[in-house]
């Protein structure tokens, strides 16, 4: 037997399904702030001179890095409220985790990017009379920041694709949405089709921005 | 506030949970091959001379790095199988899901390393009077499989990382094998953290032993030793 196609299905669940779209791309949103912001703190930290805080922030990072962020998750709303006295939310929950876990990979790959800088360009701008954080600032992020982007795009992209796994604990973004809709119209190839293909506009999308950022911001000086 | 740890149940549970890291494993494992297949296959077409083979190959790589692995999965074990009349298992759609996914990231990885050897190393071969299959296979392959280790190795550990996602479509793997737990002692924390702590001695051996690898693996430039 043939199977029937319909696609139109979602027509009638058009505008619930945007909405849950609008969701996933503002927790996206969030958890890509917060998780650059703690990244750049927690890379500065592991460039510290204090072993301490050094060890802190490895075991850190290594913690977030080799356990699936799906334990994460269910760790951090199943587990963790019996630990803390407030009500966490799913939704607090999963961007609480998905930025903590995004910052432990970006602070790799933004001290990659400062590892990348040759230390005798912090010797020549020591030498010119600028401070470190002169130095740092004009000198080494400027190099830096070209260097990792591709790196941190595709980490974003990542954390973006991530926040699919928020619909195990009930966050109302788009894929948890789609599930909902697919046991309500037993249509699941049809819906999962139009999941998949929202979910690689916004990556397609995402990724053009970055080239555009590359070729007209970053754009190399010296040429 | 006070809820009291129960040490026992995380320390009961540690090895329950280790238990399952075979069935994490195999599901890797199996996912993996796959994915080496995939890229071997979809790298060859990326680098071929027809334009509509390269297409076919972009195309499915940026498909399947450009939609999240949980999304493709839903898609290959609810959506797929309406369309085909058919079921399949969860095990079944696990690994597909699971190789398929990963052969894009590997199709970059192989590609990468197959188009970091100069052409000099060709025509270096040549010139020592090789066949294009020697030099394929004692030249560019032994150089390549050194190159594209770490990224595989890496690889390797994302797809068993990831892996836990496939409990959503009920393999019983480590992740599944917690959330029983959970459901049966009410005791999220001890037993989410054993999970975690099973994945990252798991994930730690194998990427330790991907350095270890690689550095047996180092070659001297000029003993050849």
């Known amino acids: 037997m043939a199977y029937h196609f319909h696609f139109e299905v979602i027509d009638r669940y058009l505008l619930p399904f945007l909405h849950a779209g609008r969701v996933t791309l503002t927790v996206a949103g969030l958890c890509i702030g917060i998780g650059t912001l703690l990244g750049l ?28 962020f799906m334990v994460q998750l269910l760790f951090a709303y199943l587990a963790l409220p ?45 030498a010119l009379g600028m401070t470190r954080i002169q130095v740092f600032r004009r000198i080494i992020i400027p190099q830096g920041v070209r260097v990792v982007f591709p790196a941190y795009l595709s980490l974003m992209i990542q954390v973006m694709k991530d926040t699919s796994i928020f619909s195990i604990i009930a966050v109302p973004e788009i894929t948890g949405y789609t599930k909902y809709l697919a046991s309500q119209t037993f249509r699941s190839f049809e819906l999962y089709t139009i999941l998949a293909l929202f979910y690689f506009a916004v990556t397609l999308t995402l990724g053009q921005l970055g080239r555009v950022i590359e070729t007209r911001v970053l754009k190399t000086q010296f040429k | 506030m006070g809820y009291d740890f129960n040490a026992a149940i995380f320390w009961k549970y540690v090895p329950k949970l280790w238990a399952a890291a075979g069935a994490t494993l195999w599901v890797a494992v199996a996912a993996i091959a796959l994915a080496s297949g995939v890229g071997l296959l979809v790298a060859t077409a990326k680098l071929s001379k027809w334009r509509v083979v390269r297409a076919i190959g972009i195309v499915y790589t940026e498909f399947w790095r450009g939609t999240p692995l949980l999304v493709q999965l839903l898609w290959l074990y609810f959506g797929i199988p309406l369309v085909l009349g058919v079921t399949i298992s969860a095990e079944l759609a696990a690994v597909l899901a699971l190789g398929l996914w990963s052969g894009a990231h590997v199709t970059e990885i192989f590609r990468g390393g197959i188009q ?34 770490p990224p595989f190795i890496s690889q390797f550990v994302v797809t068993v990382k990831y ?30 953290l054993a999970a975690a702590l099973v994945y990252f001695v798991l994930l730690f051996v194998i990427s330790r032993t991907g350095k270890l690898l690689e550095k047996a693996l180092r070659v001297d430039a000029l003993t050849g030793q």
């Open chain 2, 116 to 149: 970091s050897i100069e052409d000099t190393q060709h025509y270096a071969g040549y010139s020592l009077g090789m066949t294009p299959l020697q030099v394929a296979w004692r030249v560019v392959l032994p150089q390549t499989a050194r190159r594209i280790l």
């Open chain 2, 163 to 192: 892996s836990a996602l496939v409990s959503v479509v009920g393999v019983v793997e480590i992740t599944k094998r917690a959330e029983m737990a959970v459901v049966s002692t009410f005791r999220p924390l001890e037993i989410y």
């Open chain 1, 82 to 126: 019996l630990i803390v006295p407030f009500r966490i939310t799913p939704i607090a929950a999963a961007v609480l985790t998905l930025s903590l876990n995004a910052s432990a990979y970006a602070s790799e790959v933004f001290r990659a990017g400062i590892q990348s800088v040759p230390q005798t360009q912090m010797a020549a701008g020591l």
């Open chain 1, 41 to 68: 703190l927690v890379g500065a930290l592991r460039a510290s001179r204090s072993r301490i805080l050094r060890g802190v922030c490895t075991v850190y990072v290594e913690a977030f890095r080799l356990t699936p």
